[in-house]
């Protein structure tokens, strides 16, 4: 089969064949968003990504039926979609909760509280890295760098940020959220859209608010607050870099610059010091 012509066609009467068990009403809105999302490409195949999110914002996870869907529309095996989910850490392979909570436990957000809050949500919660609650209203997740160090240690719901966490005040954010009460992130979005929402969004199905609220905060901004004040600017694009330029044209061994012109710093780099050990004088 073509990886242009979809499997999943609908046929006169309505419903479409398929191997998968969406009811009528739900393979047809399948069929019609995919269908949308392989235009977007030259290649349809390249529409694998955001399908995966079309089913997650259906099944709320990658489940077979959506494994099958997305191997049907575009002409591929059941294996091929299964390799693309399960590579990625944002498609999931179990029912997901209603809310993804996600702490960042990357560097910055680590020395800054990360895992502390990590640690007192999972006691508080009763569930550990990618475990949803009994509820189903809150999964759990250690995840990597957000690009908000800046606001370290950060909580992530469902993609919306919550800045400059505590244990205490995260454990009272997850408490809302299992309660049903509306929560609003420190920065963008208003409120806190639904995992399936969510995934629609990710699929690219824009919900209209990508641009509610304040995307840079008073720390993002500091650097260009000072940059500004000084009179900095960037450097001339044309102009190459100093270590461009240097790298172009390597210094001769021996000739200043090159590393035969650094000072003798440890016991290695002298003839008498270098069968020491570190801390150990060079005599
Ligand atoms: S280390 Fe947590 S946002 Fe960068």
């Known amino acids: 089969m073509r990886a242009t012509e979809p499997a999943t066609k609908p046929v006169e009467g309505g419903p479409v064949e398929t191997r998968t068990r969406y009811d009528a009403d739900t393979l047809a809105a399948l069929t019609a968003d995919a269908t949308a999302i392989m235009e977007r490409y030259p290649d349809p195949r390249s529409g694998l990504l955001p399908m995966l999110h079309l089913v997650q914002s259906v099944d709320g ?14 002409g591929i095996t059941a294996a091929e979609v ?7 850490t944002q498609y999931k392979r179990h029912p997901n909760g209603t809310y993804t909570v996600g702490v960042c436990t990357n ?15 999972s006691d ?42 505590t244990p205490e005040t995260a454990t009272a954010l997850a408490d809302k959220l299992r309660l049903g009460e509306d929560v609003a992130p420190t920065r963008g979005a208003a409120s806190v859209c639904s995992f399936k929402q969510m995934s629609r969004i990710l699929a690219g199905f824009p919900d209209g608010r990508a641009d509610e609220g304040v995307g840079a905060g008073e720390p993002t ?20 870099a100093t270590g461009e330029s ?14 035969a012109q650094r000072q003798p710093t440890t016991p290695a780099d002298t003839e008498v010091g270098k069968d020491k050990k570190p801390g150990e004088d060079a005599k």
């Open 61 to 74: 996870y990658v489940s077979r039926d959506g494994i099958l869907f997305c191997a049907e529309m575009l």
């Open 82 to 88: 299964s390799a693309v989910a399960t590579f990625y």
């Open 107 to 121: 560097t910055l957000c680590a020395v800054m509280g990360g895992d502390a809050i990590f640690d007192e949500l």
């Open 124 to 165: 508080h919660l009763g569930v550990g890295h990618d475990e949803t609650t009994d509820d189903g209203a809150i999964t759990l997740e250690r995840i990597e760098c957000n690009a908000a160090c800046d606001y370290a240690p950060v909580v992530m719901v469902n993609w919306e940020f919550f800045d400059n966490q």
């Open 221 to 240: 901004l500091a650097g260009l607050k000072i940059a500004r004040e000084r009179g900095w600017t960037a450097p001339d694009a044309e102009a190459p």
């Open 246 to 259: 240097q790298a172009e044209v390597p210094p001769v061994t021996g000739a200043p610059g090159s590393s």
